[in-house]
């Protein structure tokens, strides 16, 4: 196959996307335009462009998509209450479908003939990133250098980089890969590719190590509207800033820190530990306001499609069919979903503290354990019996 002239790669400023700019360059023979998404990554956008170009960047195209992030990926997310294998909040996966899409975009725009990523061939993100450019831009060639140079290790790349003089935030004494954004932390690779060696502490970069969190524990409350936040302790917010604030209050009191080896896509089990803050009090909030408000079988029905929604994020099916159809019913669900949850944070914890909403289902007279007026307890007994009809036709003693 012919090989792509004019390339758009995208690109943190980290290791992997530094080594792959300069071999794109040098190695590859191709004309590259650099593409950073500012999703909430902070200091480290500080002085991207500069590094861009002079590593061999044509044109290096920065694009602020806080806003877009959080409303058109981390909130439908969140209203399907997505976590991936129980405990993965989803913060990569929900990213590079938009970075993708982004990308696509100005290739097109610049009359680029393919795309490139960072991406390992052991990994998640290369799935997302083609599987999206194939749903979006099939013309595209995508150029893979994990899967095309003969490096086989990011030692091998730290020692290019100081090789050819590009500065990278990674060591070979902590080669730690980290992806950041307004949704979580990540960090893999290093001393944690063993999962028996507890992660260092000074590490992490949201959540304040548990012996350094306040010794009083802090309540927020949280506003939906149709599932989706609006509003922290009354103030209404962007959904970017949202989420900013959440992640402050949250880190503040070391909520959301999750350690786990998750199954990959590709079919090998990796470890990964993740800083979540504001996501994990969202999602504690939103669960703690469905609770009330939506029926018990429409509940039941959604939550049995949770896992295979949240496979679907973590596999890079963002785009497909079927991730679509499955977004419908869950926003059909959302219509009730409004009100507020109050959370206290306190020592890592995040615990739900209250419920209310115009759209309740819960009535105070029906749950009693006082006497009332609207339940007759005797119907339970004819209740049970028809429940227990096809045990008693089948009974018999254990063996």
Known sequence: MKKAQKVVLAYSGGLDTSVI??????????????FAADLGQAEELDG??????KTGAAKIYIEDLREDFVRDFVFPALRAN???ENDYLLGTSLARPLIALKQVQIALAEGADGVAHGATGKGNDQVRFELTQMALAPQLKTVAPWRLWDFRSRTDLIEYAKKHGIPVPATVEKPYSC????????????????????????????????DRTPDQPQYVEVDFEQGVPVAVDGQRLSPAALLSRLNDLGGR????????????????????VYETPGGTILHRAHRALES???DREAMHLKDSLVVKYAQM????????????????LVDQTQTVVNGTARLKLFKGNCLVA????PNSLYNMDLATFERDEVYNQKDAAGFIRLAGLRLRGQHRLPE
């Open 21 to 34: 700019l300069k071999w794109l360059v040098e190695e590859y023979g191709a004309e590259v335009i650099a």
């Open 48 to 53: 991207l462009e500069a590094k861009a170009l």
């Open 82 to 84: 997505a976590v991936y």
């Open 179 to 210: 992806d950041r954004n307004l949704l979580h932390m990540s960090y893999e690779g290093g001393q944690l590719e063993d999962p028996w060696v507890e992660p260092d502490t000074e590490m992490f970069t949201l959540c304040t190590p548990l």
């Open 253 to 272: 009191h070391g909520v959301g820190r999750v350690d786990l080896v998750e199954n990959r896509f590709v079919g090998m089990k990796s470890r990964g």
């Open 292 to 294: 009330i408000t939506l």
């Open 313 to 328: 994020v973590y596999n890079g099916f963002w785009y497909s069919a079927e991730r679509l159809a499955l977004q419908a």
């Open 354 to 357: 209250g419920r209310k909403s």
